[in-house]
Every structure is written in C-alpha cells, then in structure tokens.
C-alpha cells in the first residue's frame, strides 16, 4: 500500500490549492478526484477574485490576501491562469442602496482596503453600456477575474512539479481511524492509501466525507444559473454586480424594486466579458438540493434583470447556459480547519459563491495548519470548532 503524508479528497478549486501548497512544503501528495480535475462546481461556476463582495472583517481579510497571492501565483505559475486585475463595480438602482452601499465602503476602507463611491457619471464613463437612470455605485481598482477550470489545471501542473501525484476516478468511498480516532487510511474504490492527514476539499460534497468519520458538516448545495451571450465587443469592462447582490445575500429582508419573477427566483445581476468575448451573465441562488438543471423560467429571470443593468443584451443572443451548485456554509464563512476529534483530519470547504476568489488562501491555510506552521493570520473564525456546542440554527440565523 502506498504511504503519503498527506491526501486531498477533491480536485476542485480548494482540493488543488491544497494539494500544491503542501507539495510545494516538501510533503509527499496525493490528489484523490472521483472524476476528472476541476469536474465538479469548479467547471459550472464563472470567476470573479472579489474581495468586495464580503462582510467586513475576516471575510474581506481572506479575499484580500486570496487575490495578493493570485498576483503572485501568476509570476511563479508558466501555466496561464488568464488572470485580470480589472477592477469591480457595485451599481446601485435607488438612493437606499447608495446609502448602504456608502457605508459598506467605509467599513471595507477602515480595514484598509480600496473602495469608493463613484457617481453615477464616473460609473457610466467606465461602464459605457449601463442603464443612464442607475443612481452610481462603489469602485475598487484591487479585484478581477481568473479562469476557474485553469485554476484548477494551473495548481496540479505546477504542483507535479514539487512531486505531487494524482489520481483521478478515484472516488474516495471510506476513511479508517485507529482506536485513537486518528486518520490511518483513505480508502477509494480502486485502492488503499495510509496517511495520518486527509483533506476533505469536497465542496458540496464535503458532508459525505464528513460522514465518513462522523461529523455532521452544516454545508448545502445553493444552485446558481448563468446564460453565455454571443461572442460581442465588450460589454463589461470589468467584474460588474447590482449592490442588490450584496444587501440580499446578508440581509434577508432586504427588498428590492424587481418583478415578482426576478424576486421569486432570487436573481441579481453579475456580469463579466471573458477573454474569448462571451460575457457571462448570472445569477441566482436558491436551495434545490443536488440538482443543476436550467429552468427556462430563471432564464427568462436572469435577462430581465441583466437587460435591466445593461440594455444593450436586449439584441444580444443567449448561446447557452449551464448551473452549478456552491457549498453554502450555514454561517455564511468557509470551513478551513483541522478536527480537534478526528486527529489528522482537516476541512476546507463551504466557500459558497466564493470558492474561485478564495482557493489560493484556503490552500495555503491548511497547508499551515498540517505543517503546523503560524498561519498567513489569526483563521479561528473559520474554525470547525465554531459549531461545537452551539444552537446550529441560531447560527443559520444570520444568513439567508
Ligand atoms: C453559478 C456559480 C457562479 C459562481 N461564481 C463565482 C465567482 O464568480 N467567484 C467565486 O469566487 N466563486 C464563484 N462561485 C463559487 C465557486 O465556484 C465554488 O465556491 C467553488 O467551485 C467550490 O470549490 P470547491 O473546491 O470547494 O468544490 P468543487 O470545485 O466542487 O470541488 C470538489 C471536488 O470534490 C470531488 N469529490 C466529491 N466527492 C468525492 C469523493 N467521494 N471522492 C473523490 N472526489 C470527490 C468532486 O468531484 C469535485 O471535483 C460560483 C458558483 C456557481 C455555482
């Protein structure tokens, strides 16, 4: 039986992450993906690194430090990760939202960061294709865009290079634990590896893992839908998303000016141009278990809402659309942490919709965590001990 000091579960954006900053440490690695690399929400997701679409605190510290290391990453990486610093905008449609929105800024720059409000002439001299009635927004120079799926290839092309080997259609199907309840061996349907350190990097997925070595993991799956228009001019020069975005992902009660088919089906509008000249247009975020199908219904939700923002859509055709699942976190922040009762055994999942933006800080956390290194900053807030003798549904409380 092979031995390695450590196994990732999952080749998806935190699992590859992982992977190559533990080999990149020296350690022996292994990949274990029931599927093929980037298989699972990292191949249905689009890819903005924002930072600004956090709460203020330890959710903005880990997007800032996540995209500094994406600008480092793609000084080391000689694979190309098509990542772009070209800034984000918030738009806003009423006064209330600029109100919010304002204050949103000065929390964000009080920790330090770049954010502003921008009137509604600087925002349209940016974004030429915004709706004129919309009433400004907040600009920040520092977020952008990679591409997930490379994300992903980019980790395990660069991570072989420090020794770390991958085994994809490996799905992993039971973990052994000593009488000690210590990770002693990761069992998948084709084989048997010994480890004392596995990584459950399993996105959506991460309950059935967590099961394995019962821990009851508090992540849901939260489908999300996004159209591909026709290859066009630009029309977003940068990552754009209503501020309606931001204020309805915290705030439940949050209303907005939107029909009754937008509102039902929760869309917000998020919008990006790839490199190849499709712009990707989303979104919405709703509980529907497992399943990804597109329902013609959302469609129509989602075009109403982005026609809105950018009427130029209107006489653009939609080519094709795909949905996804995030691994929406009851508490709304990514689990990144060892299991004080499963020795050897450490989480890194729950990312919800911002796994992309996040990957290089998860990775490197564990890879602190397991090597037992000072982490990057003070992660105790996305400790698993934080569900530990707590009402889980006063917890819950604070999302929706
Ligand atoms: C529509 C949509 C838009 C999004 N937009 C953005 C965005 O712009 N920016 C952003 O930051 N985030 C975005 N996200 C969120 C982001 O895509 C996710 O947070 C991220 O993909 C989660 O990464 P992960 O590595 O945790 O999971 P995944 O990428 O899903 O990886 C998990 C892997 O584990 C594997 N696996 C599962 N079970 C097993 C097993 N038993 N054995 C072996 N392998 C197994 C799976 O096959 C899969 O490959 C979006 C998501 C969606 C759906």
């Known amino acids: 039986m092979k031995y390695y000091d450590a196994i990732v579960i999952g080749g998806g954006l935190q699992g590859t992450s992982t992977a190559y900053f533990l080999a990149?440490?020296?350690?022996?690695?292994?990949?274990?993906?029931r599927d093929d690399i980037a298989s699972g929400t990292a191949s249905h997701t689009d890819g903005a690194t924002l930072i600004s679409d956090k709460q203020p605190g330890i959710d903005v510290l880990q997007g800032y430090h996540s995209v500094e290391l994406y600008r480092k990453l793609v000084k080391e990486f000689s694979y190309d990760i098509e990542f772009e610093s070209c800034g984000f905008m918030y738009v806003c449609?009423?006064?209330?939202e600029m109100e919010a929105a304002a204050d949103y800024a000065a929390k964000v720059s009080a920790q330090g960061f770049d954010m502003r409000v921008i009137d509604q002439k600087e925002m349209c001299e940016r974004e030429r294709y915004l709706a004129k009635d919309l009433k400004g927004g907040l600009w920040t120079e520092s977020d952008g865009l990679v591409n997930p799926y490379k994300v992903c290839l980019g980790f395990v092309e660069e991570g072989r290079k420090y020794g770390l080997d991958v085994y994809t259609h490996h799905e992993v199907t039971g973990i052994r634990l000593n009488k000690k309840n210590q990770v002693e061996a990761v069992i998948t349907d084709r084989e048997t590896f010994l480890t004392d350190k596995v990584v459950n990097a399993c996105g959506v997925w991460a309950p059935a893992i967590g099961n394995m070595v019962g821990l009851d993991i508090p992540i849901e799956p939260r489908k999300g839908i996004l159209l591909v228009t026709e290859k066009s001019e630009t029309i977003a020069h940068t990552e754009v998303l209503e501020f309606g975005y931001w204020l309805a992902k915290f705030f439940a009660d949050f209303k907005r000016p939107v029909s009754e088919?937008?509102?039902?089906?929760?869309?917000?509008?998020?919008?990006?141009?790839?490199?190849?000249?499709?712009?990707?247009?989303g979104g919405c975020r709703l509980f529907r278990g497992y399943d990804i199908?597109?329902?013609?219904?959302?469609?129509?939700?989602?075009?109403?809402?982005?026609?809105?923002f950018f009427p130029i859509l209107k006489d653009m055709n939609c080519i094709r659309s795909f949905g996804g699942i995030r691994p929406?976190?009851?508490?709304?922040?990514?689990?990144?942490?060892?299991?004080?009762?499963?020795?050897?055994?450490?989480?890194?999942?729950?990312?919800?919709?911002?796994?992309?933006?996040?990957?290089?800080?998860t990775g490197l956390l564990i890879s602190q965590m397991i090597t037992g290194e000072k982490t990057e900053f003070d992660a105790t807030e996305l400790a698993w001990s934080r569900f530990k003798n707590v009402d889980r549904k006063k917890l819950a409380a604070h999302g929706n």
């Not at 990149?24 to 993906?33: F, I, P, T």
């Not at 088919?261 to 247009?281: Q, W």
């Not at 689990?335 to 996040?358: K, N, Q, T």
Request: with cysteine.
């Open 24 to 33: 990149k440490k020296g350690l022996r690695v292994a990949l274990l993906e």
């Open 93 to 96: 449609e009423t006064d209330q």
């Open 261 to 281: 088919l937008v509102e039902r089906h929760n869309v917000c509008l998020n919008i990006e141009t790839t490199h190849s000249g499709n712009t990707i247009v």
């Open 293 to 308: 199908k597109v329902e013609y219904e959302i469609m129509q939700a989602i075009a109403e809402r982005a026609i809105r």
């Open 328 to 361: 929406f976190c009851l508490d709304h922040l990514p689990i990144v942490s060892g299991v004080e009762e499963v020795p050897g055994f450490y989480i890194a999942a729950g990312h919800e919709g911002d796994g992309v933006a996040l990957a290089p800080i």
